[in-house]
């Protein structure tokens, strides 16, 4: 089986740093997928890790550590805008399915 | 990136009855993906439709509830059977994007069961 787990809820300021973490147990790890869902919509992709280490995209960049089963999500300089759920979903060997985790609701306060 | 086209994009049905949600993917997939959401939840797996093949079931959801089409690599249906308030939730389907390693998601299906 797959554990994949978040904090449940997380508040921040407007223009402020947060960091969302998740770690995830599996066999077979192929990949680690952040999303963004704003309520009502679908998840929007926000970065890919495969190997360890920092992808960086803009505001946002996202951490990897294979051996530890850890991923971090980091957001800089915190909008108004992104007050939403924070997906973290591991994608492994010999399927293409994606497995998510709990989810991190974040709120940011102005 | 692959687009979806997913209807209904809500519903309220009536317990008992039974709701057949559509994809249409404007690119061949080999495999789609359904999922639910329940309020205030993450997603849940619910199976992986390949074309040509009967879908494979996560644990906890079964054909007879959930039977699922895949006629072709563009296009998908999952039905909702013999529905429950427990039903009530959220349906997405998925695809892998060719483009950037992420998945692309349908706009999602609002079930509410009464």
């Known amino acids: 089986g797959q554990n994949i787990d978040q904090p449940t809820e997380m508040t921040a300021t407007e223009g402020a740093i947060v960091q969302i973490n998740c770690t995830y147990q599996?066999?077979?790890?192929?990949?680690l997928f952040w999303y963004q869902q704003h309520a009502g919509e679908a998840p929007t992709f926000l970065s890919y890790?495969?190997?360890?280490g920092l992808e960086e995209k803009g505001r946002f960049s996202s951490f990897l550590s294979r051996s530890k089963g850890y991923s971090y999500l980091l957001l800089k300089e915190l909008q108004m805008k992104d007050s939403a759920s924070y997906l973290c979903?591991?994608?492994?060997?010999?399927?293409?399915?994606?497995?998510f985790g709990t989810g991190t609701r974040l709120q940011v306060f102005p | 990136s692959a687009v979806i086209s997913q209807k209904p994009s809500r519903d309220i049905c009536q317990r008992g009855t039974s709701l057949t949600i559509q994809c249409q993917v404007d690119s061949q997939v080999t495999m789609m993906f359904w999922y639910r959401q329940q309020p205030g939840q993450s997603l849940t797996l619910i199976a992986t439709a390949n074309q040509g093949s009967e879908a494979t079931y996560e644990s906890g959801f079964v054909i007879d509830k959930f039977p699922i089409s895949r006629p072709n690599l563009t296009f998908s249906t999952l039905t909702v059977s013999n529905m429950s308030p427990e039903d009530s939730s959220i349906y997405l389907c998925?695809?892998?994007?060719?483009?950037?390693?992420?998945?692309?998601f349908g706009s999602g299906t609002r079930l509410t069961v009464v």
């Open positions: 599996t066999s077979g790890f192929n990949g």
């Open positions: 979903a591991v994608k492994t060997y010999n399927t293409d399915k994606l497995i």
């Open positions: 998925s695809v892998e994007s060719d483009s950037d390693y992420g998945y692309t």
């Open positions: 890790n495969v190997l360890d």
